[in-house]
């Protein structure tokens, strides 16, 4: 029996959101905030090969660390800082219990 | 006025299959988008992704996909309008549609099918705030007609597949590139990549790597782009500077035409994928109804059977019966 875990997305108003996310269904981060229609296009379907579903970790201890294709792809997007990860990329483990994370302003 | 029986919106892989199940109902297409090639997003954002989904091919690569579906429509001789957008569509007293591109090409038809996928793709613009006088005057967002511009030196910005495979274009085409990406990283295959540093060794490119293009100089046309890094600004005086950031899907005018839309998608009929309007359909990507998933595959279903029904609007009084490709072989127009 695996746990959920706690998850907070602020949208690109500001607004928080707070959700209860299982660990046991191979989802990313990308994936969860498409499910709850936040504004997050995901365009290339989780290959990280656009930017659309960029988001800023505001837990650093949740930061994880960015992938080479991820890298390459946030080297070509704007808006991107220091804490700036592809949501696409980052698979909703039981470690992330309470992330905090903020999606990034749309691009265009 | 380009006349023909289906008006296909969108040139990715389930506009262009249509195009074969549409023939083989004797019904000639012609297919409208508004980048300069066929293959929607499988070519403008993962053309060397492998597929594993497409029945009867363990794995193909998105590009390699395409390149087979244009090979499977051509005995039906699709017409294309390519670097165009469909902007306006307008039904007419018999029942024909007339659909009015971005840069005024008609086309009329019967039957309109809607396969734009996820929408108009819209390039990535650079933030530079004067970038938008230099449009068309020296700055392109897309390659289009490359012929033109062969042996012409040129800025290139980016760092995937696109930005890489259009530098090595050029340069082996007598071009002096500057090829100008925000890291030493890049996206696009590693193939491109070492061929881009061999064509750099061999003095064809220059690349620029942790720069940026940030100023733009000229007066009418562009005459200087200015690459910052972190410790220098240089001036490359060029007239043509590409900057090759990718495509960014927007719904687009498609969303004026008073189509059911949810969710940014097209409210479909599942029956025969039609939506709201009679006589225009919407499959693939774009559409939405219970159940939808968005796979190619599901695409090509979605296709095959909208043409019937395109059949019975565009000849009411004959009867179509389903023929077997293995018995009757493809006779192409």
Same mark, same amino acid.
């Given at each position: 029996? *695996?746990?959920?875990?706690?998850?907070?997305?602020?949208?690109?108003?500001?607004?928080?959101?707070?959700?209860?996310?299982?660990?046991?269904?191979?989802?990313?981060?990308?994936?969860?905030?498409?499910?709850?229609?936040?504004?997050?296009?995901?365009?290339?379907?989780?290959?990280?090969?656009? @930017?659309?579903?960029?988001?800023?970790?505001?837990?650093?201890?949740?930061?994880?660390?960015?992938?080479?294709?991820?890298?390459?792809?946030?080297?070509?997007?704007?808006?991107?800082?220091? #804490? *700036?990860?592809?949501?696409?990329?980052?698979?909703?483990?039981?470690?992330?219990?309470?992330?905090?994370?903020? /999606?990034? %302003?749309?691009?265009? | 006025?380009?006349?023909?029986?289906? /008006?296909?919106?969108?040139?990715? %892989?389930?506009?262009?299959?249509?195009?074969?199940?549409?023939?083989?109902?004797?019904?000639?297409?012609?297919?409208?988008?508004?980048?300069?090639?066929?293959?929607?997003?499988?070519?403008?954002?993962?053309?060397?992704?492998?597929?594993?989904?497409?029945?009867?091919?363990?794995?193909?690569?998105?590009?390699?996909?395409?390149?087979?579906?244009?090979?499977?429509?051509?005995?039906?001789?699709?017409?294309?309008?390519?670097?165009?957008?469909?902007?306006?569509?307008?039904?007419?007293?018999?029942?024909?549609?007339?659909?009015?591109?971005?840069?005024?090409?008609?086309?009329?038809?019967?039957?309109?099918? /809607?396969?734009?996928?996820?929408?108009?793709?819209?390039?990535?613009?650079?933030?530079?705030?004067?970038?938008?006088?230099?449009?068309?005057?020296?700055?392109?967002?897309?390659?289009?007609? %490359?012929?033109?511009?062969?042996?012409?030196?040129?800025?290139?910005?980016?760092?995937?597949?696109?930005?890489?495979?259009? +530098? /090595?274009?050029?340069?082996?085409?007598?071009?002096?590139?500057?090829?100008?990406?925000?890291?030493?990283?890049?996206? @696009?295959?590693?193939?491109?990549?070492?061929? +881009?540093?061999?064509? +750099?060794?061999?003095?064809?490119?220059?690349?620029?790597?942790?720069?940026?293009?940030?100023?733009?100089?000229?007066?009418?046309?562009?005459?200087?782009?200015?690459?910052?890094?972190?410790?220098?600004?240089?001036?490359?005086?060029?007239?043509?500077?590409?900057?090759?950031?990718?495509? *960014?899907?927007?719904?687009?005018?498609?969303?004026?035409?008073?189509?059911?839309?949810?969710?940014?998608?097209?409210?479909?009929?599942?029956?025969?994928? &039609?939506?709201?309007?009679?006589?225009?359909?919407?499959?693939?990507?774009? #559409?939405?109804? +219970?159940?939808?998933?968005?796979?190619?595959?599901?695409?090509?279903?979605?296709?095959?059977?909208?043409?019937?029904?395109?059949?019975?609007?565009?000849?009411?009084?004959?009867?179509?019966?389903?023929?077997?490709?293995?018995?009757?072989?493809? &006779?192409?127009?």
């Amino acid at each position: 029996m *695996s746990q959920d875990i706690n998850i907070t997305v602020i949208d690109r108003e500001g607004t928080e959101h707070d959700f209860a996310v299982p660990v046991d269904m191979n989802l990313n981060l990308m994936e969860v905030c498409k499910g709850y229609d936040l504004q997050v296009a995901g365009i290339c379907g989780g290959m990280a090969m656009c @930017a659309s579903c960029q988001v800023y970790i505001l837990t650093e201890e949740h930061f994880g660390e960015r992938n080479d294709d991820e890298q390459a792809m946030l080297d070509e997007a704007y808006h991107v800082e220091e #804490n *700036s990860r592809l949501g696409c990329q980052i698979p909703i483990t039981a470690d992330l219990d309470g992330l905090n994370v903020k /999606i990034a %302003p749309e691009e265009l | 006025m380009i006349k023909t029986d289906i /008006i296909i919106i969108g040139a990715g %892989p389930v506009g262009l299959f249509t195009v074969f199940e549409a023939g083989l109902m004797k019904l000639r297409c012609h297919l409208i988008d508004v980048i300069p090639q066929p293959g929607g997003q499988l070519c403008e954002i993962y053309p060397k992704k492998p597929i594993y989904d497409i029945p009867g091919y363990p794995s193909v690569l998105a590009g390699e996909l395409v390149d087979k579906l244009m090979e499977q429509a051509a005995p039906f001789k699709p017409g294309f309008t390519l670097g165009e957008r469909a902007d306006i569509i307008e039904k007419q007293t018999d029942g024909s549609f007339i659909v009015t591109t971005s840069k005024g090409t008609q086309h009329q038809a019967l039957v309109v099918m /809607i396969a734009g996928g996820l929408g108009s793709f819209e390039p990535r613009k650079p933030l530079i705030s004067n970038i938008g006088d230099f449009e068309e005057k020296g700055v392109r967002y897309i390659v289009k007609d %490359p012929d033109q511009f062969e042996g012409k030196d040129m800025v290139i910005s980016g760092g995937g597949d696109s930005a890489l495979d259009w +530098a /090595i274009y050029f340069a082996e085409k007598g071009s002096f590139v500057h090829l100008v990406h925000r890291s030493d990283r890049f996206r @696009a295959h590693k193939d491109s990549v070492s061929r +881009a540093q061999e064509l +750099a060794s061999a003095g064809k490119m220059k690349l620029h790597t942790f720069a940026e293009v940030k100023e733009l100089n000229g007066d009418q046309e562009l005459r200087s782009v200015v690459i910052h890094t972190k410790l220098s600004k240089n001036t490359v005086y060029t007239d043509l500077w590409f900057p090759l950031f990718g495509l *960014s899907p927007k719904i687009g005018p498609i969303g004026d035409w008073g189509l059911e839309i949810e969710k940014n998608a097209i409210v479909v009929d599942t029956y025969d994928y &039609q939506t709201n309007r009679p006589g225009i359909f919407a499959i693939g990507d774009v #559409n939405t109804y +219970a159940g939808k998933l968005k796979l190619i595959l599901c695409g090509f279903h979605e296709a095959t059977l909208a043409v019937q029904t395109a059949y019975k609007i565009i000849n009411p009084e004959k009867k179509f019966t389903l023929k077997y490709t293995t018995v009757q072989g493809v &006779q192409g127009f």
